[in-house]
């Protein structure tokens, strides 16, 4: 019987540490207990770290134990808004970001995320899990065909509705001279004004904005920032291209890349990024962490992505009426790209080392006509989206 009563003993320390170690449902308690000691501030930043290695259902855990801590910080609710977005959660996604604007209104990421998920059918709201009859598998087999279908014609991406027009240079930066002294920042404008009225006189249902509207000077910086306060859906800068060798012409449409995709579109950038010499940048203090800056480099590959489908589908309608060399598309590091929150594209429309294309470049009616290419290519990806 003392055997026994020992053997029974044991057996209930046993029980007793297993209780202690496992919380409800089988989970471990101590970490629990240790993550609930600590407080929303902490969990956010694990889950922003979570975010960053790609562990995003991790970091909706942790996020919305900081978000029942903290309801009001605008900071974590956008957080959990984008680990839900890679999660593909749209309507958590949606409901996070616009919970964001209501602590704060101004907050333009989170109007243009919600912009962007409320541009897309919503998936059905979430049920509970139940297995579902062969007739409910075929129904959403045919849905998902037929989302497919969509996606191929139509697309079910960016949409195009807000436009931004940037006239490259201005003022004192005049960007390429040709031989003849027409300058490109002139032509730039002009382009972009004609673009601009001929779009209005389409009555395309677009809404326009520029960037300048006269000859003075614009930071590079400013032009993207301008973009995004319009919370554009595609940001076009109008350019035009130059070389020492005066042989080289026609026109290419290019896209922002962290890599050029050439030796000529590093070149390129090269000499559109010259005019940052000029400009002022902020310091920034060390140990200072820009939280904004660390979420955008999460949505910049996609935009990118998008800037290249816009790029293709710029250059081929333009290819198709404009008298002019076709010279494809290219990507390169444009630092007037290079941060703005939505797909973006640069065009190089001739070269004005040339002095046959300088002479084209002159002349009203071939701008004219330049314009309504422009135009009509940007009606173009307004249909198809990207």
């Known amino acids: 019987m003392k055997d026994e009563g020992g053997r029974m003993k044991v057996m209930e320390r046993r029980r007793f540490i297993k209780t202690l170690s496992l919380g409800v449902g089988g989970g471990v308690l101590f970490p629990s207990l240790l993550l609930a000691q600590k407080n929303s501030f902490d969990l956010a930043l694990e889950g922003q770290e979570l975010l960053a290695q790609g562990k995003y259902k991790e970091a909706v855990v942790r996020l919305s134990q900081a978000v029942r801590i903290d309801p009001q910080n605008e900071w974590i609710w956008g957080l959990l808004g984008r680990a839900y977005f890679q999660q593909g959660k749209m309507r958590k996604s949606l409901e996070s970001f616009r919970q964001v604007l209501r602590i704060n209104p101004d907050d333009t990421y989170s109007r243009m995320m919600v912009d962007i998920i409320t541009q897309k059918p919503l998936p059905p709201e979430e049920k509970p899990v139940r297995p579902m009859s062969e007739l409910e598998k075929k129904a959403l087999e045919e849905e998902k065909q037929i989302f497919a279908r969509l996606s191929e014609s139509q697309g079910l991406g960016y949409r195009i509705q807000r436009i931004v027009l940037d006239p490259g240079h ?8 040709g031989l003849n002294k027409l300058q490109e920042k002139n032509v730039n404008l002009e382009l972009a004004q004609k673009t601009a009225r001929i779009l209005k006189n ?6 326009i904005f520029m960037t300048r509207t006269d000859d003075y000077y614009v930071p590079l910086s400013a032009r993207t920032t301008t973009a995004n306060q ?27 890349a962290e890599k050029a995709s050439s030796k000529e579109a590093a070149r390129v950038a090269r000499f559109e990024n010259s005019v940052l010499k000029y400009e002022k940048h902020d310091l920034v203090q060390k140990g200072y962490v820009n939280i904004e800056e660390i979420l955008f480099l999460f949505e910049r590959k996609r935009y990118w992505e998008a800037g290249g489908k816009a790029a293709h589908i710029v250059q081929k309608n ?16 444009f630092y007037v790209l290079r941060r703005a ?10 070269f004005i080392s040339n002095p046959e294309e300088e002479k084209l470049l002159a002349d009203e009616q071939f701008r004219h006509n330049l314009a309504v290419s422009i135009a009509r290519a940007i009606c173009s990806l307004k249909q198809t989206g990207v």
């Open 170 to 177: 201005g003022g004192f930066d005049s960007g390429a001279v």
């Open 202 to 207: 389409m009555d395309s249902g677009l809404k």
């Open 230 to 256: 319009y919370n554009a859906d595609i940001f076009i800068s109008f350019h035009i291209n130059a070389n020492r060798n005066r042989k080289p012409r026609g026109m290419e449409t290019y896209f922002c």
């Open 318 to 333: 333009l290819a198709r009426s404009v008298h002019l060399r076709n010279r494809g598309v290219h990507s390169a590091n």
């Open 341 to 350: 929150k939505m797909p973006s594209i640069l065009l190089e429309t001739g």
